[in-house]
Every structure is written in structure tokens, then in C-alpha cells.
């Protein structure tokens, strides 16, 4: 057997259909590509038009299969909307990352209801929403694969933690439960843990280089995270290679979290 039979048996995607919620952008946008290179058909979800087309043109110019849903993921409608539209375009999923995210950071006592509901909205409850529309076909079929991207903060206060935070460390019970209600029909669930990445969504903390810096010291790498370390990552847990991992929260966070 050559090594590329042996890789492309445990890895390849090839046939599977994903929907990569955020894979307009950052880490999202890293792992929508990847997952397109591994072979899956790809349709990324979010708002911004222009975002959504440049990242499609990219994958098809590079010979994948992707296709884009413009949608709010910030009420229920809208996620309800985006994934029949999702599911439309190359069938019902059998991988769901969960990569939309918004991170509002008002101090703690000034934290309105609106900050919380809009952070609960499209960090827990569109992730829920589409697992409860997915997940179930998914064990039907007897494979699936749900990945949410969640954050240092499910695990520890820091830089203003606030509701993204908790928004984050209830993901991650999300995950279980959905492990514990569908991994038995082959469907598993799991979290990938970022530490500092320089994305869009940090932009005010990524610009100020004394900040940079020092959270790169933190690591036990010696750098920041680039959206492009999630990659593999993300292709094993969509892969057939990952069938015995669930439930679990795995750090892409080059040793910031042990360090
Ligand atoms: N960067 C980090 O250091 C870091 C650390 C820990 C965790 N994370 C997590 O990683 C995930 C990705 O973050 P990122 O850094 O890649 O951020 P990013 O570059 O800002 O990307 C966020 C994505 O989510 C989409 N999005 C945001 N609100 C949405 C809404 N209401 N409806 C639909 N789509 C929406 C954005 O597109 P539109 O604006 O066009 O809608 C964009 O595609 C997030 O869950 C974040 O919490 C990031």
C-alpha cells in the first residue's frame, strides 16, 4: 500500500458534504479551505457578502467544491434559514463546524442584556440550533462529525472574559451532550480550543505589538496562532481517523494553556 492510499484512507473527505459556519474569515475561513483541499464540498455562513464570494472564488479557483450562504446567525430565524439554504446547495452536511463568533467586551458591570443575548445567540444558540437540525440525520446515517471552535476563556478568566466566556464554556458542555446523545450512530462531537490567533476579530489587540509580544510569550511555541494551525487539526476530526474521539476539547494553542 503507497503512503498516499494509507494517508488518504485514514483523511480524505472525499464525498463528504460540511457547512462552516464564520468560514468567511480567520480560523473559520482556515479550516473551511482545508476541509475543501481534504476533499469535502464546502458551504461557509455568514453576513458579509463580499467576504463569503472572495473565499468561494478562492477554493473553486483552486479546484474545490465550495458555495456560500449569506445569514444572520444572530437570531433564531436566521439560523433556521441558513441552514435549509446550506443544506440545499450539496445535500444534508456530514460535518458542522461551528466557527461564527463575536467577542463584545464590556466591562463586566456594565455588561448590557443586549451584549449577552447577541453573544449567547450566535456563540451557543446557533450552534445548538444547527446540531438539533443536523445531528440527527447525521446518526441516521451512521456518520457524522460536529466541531465548535471555543476559546481559552471556557476554561479561565482573561482579558475581560465576560459573556463570550461564558457563551464559550457552556460550547463546550454543548459538546458533550451532543457526544453523549449521538457518538453510539457514529456521529462525534468535539471542540477545538484556540489561544491568541491573529485574526479580524482581535484586530485592536493584534495591532498593538507590546500586547502581541507578550501573549506570544505565553506559549510555550514562542508565537501567536496563525488561522492556517488549525488546518489538520480540523481535517482529523472531520476524518474517519477520529471516530474514537469525542466529547473532547482539543488546544490548537501552542502550549498556551499549559504553560
Ligand atoms: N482569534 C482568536 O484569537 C480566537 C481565540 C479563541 C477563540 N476564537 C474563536 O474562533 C472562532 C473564529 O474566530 P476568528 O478569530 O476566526 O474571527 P473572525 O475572523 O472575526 O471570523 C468570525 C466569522 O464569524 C462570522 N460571524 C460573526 N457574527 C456572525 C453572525 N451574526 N452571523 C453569521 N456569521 C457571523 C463572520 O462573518 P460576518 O462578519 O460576515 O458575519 C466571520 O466569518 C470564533 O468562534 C472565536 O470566538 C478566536
Not at 476533499?39 to 474545490?64: N, Y
Amino acid at each position: 500500500m503507497s503512503s498516499d492510499s494509507y494517508l488518504s484512507d485514514l483523511f480524505s473527505l472525499d464525498g463528504r458534504v460540511a457547512v462552516v459556519t464564520g468560514g468567511s474569515s480567520g480560523i473559520g475561513r482556515a479550516i473551511a479551505g482545508a476541509l475543501a483541499r481534504a476533499g469535502a464540498s464546502v458551504v461557509i455562513v455568514a453576513r458579509k457578502e463580499p467576504d463569503l464570494v472572495a473565499t468561494v472564488e478562492e477554493l473553486t479557483a483552486d479546484g474545490c467544491r465550495a458555495a456560500w450562504v449569506s445569514a444572520d446567525l444572530g437570531t433564531r430565524d436566521g439560523v433556521r434559514a441558513a441552514a435549509e439554504q446550506a443544506a440545499a446547495v450539496f445535500g444534508e452536511p456530514d460535518i458542522l463546524v461551528n466557527s461564527a463568533g463575536i467577542n463584545l467586551r464590556p466591562p463586566m458591570g456594565e455588561l448590557s442584556d443586549e451584549v449577552w443575548d447577541t453573544t449567547m445567540a450566535v456563540n451557543l444558540e446557533a450552534p445548538f440550533l444547527l446540531g438539533r437540525r443536523f445531528g440527527p440525520g447525521m446518526a441516521e446515517r451512521g456518520f457524522g462529525r460536529i466541531i465548535h471552535i471555543t476559546s481559552q476563556q471556557a476554561h479561565r478568566a482573561f482579558v475581560q472574559s465576560g459573556a463570550y466566556g461564558v457563551s464559550k464554556g457552556a460550547l463546550e458542555s454543548l459538546a458533550r451532550s451532543q457526544a453523549e446523545a449521538w457518538s453510539s450512530h457514529g456521529v462525534t462531537c468535539n471542540t477545538l480550543v484556540p489561544g491568541f490567533v491573529m485574526t479580524p476579530l482581535n484586530e485592536r489587540l493584534s495591532s498593538d505589538p507590546e500586547k502581541v509580544a507578550a501573549l506570544a510569550a505565553r506559549t510555550l511555541v514562542g508565537r501567536n496562532g496563525l488561522a492556517e494551525d488549525f488546518a489538520g487539526a480540523a481535517v482529523f476530526l472531520a476524518s474517519g481517523a477520529s471516530g474514537y474521539v469525542t466529547g473532547q476539547s482539543i488546544f490548537v494553542d501552542g502550549g498556551f494553556s499549559v504553560h
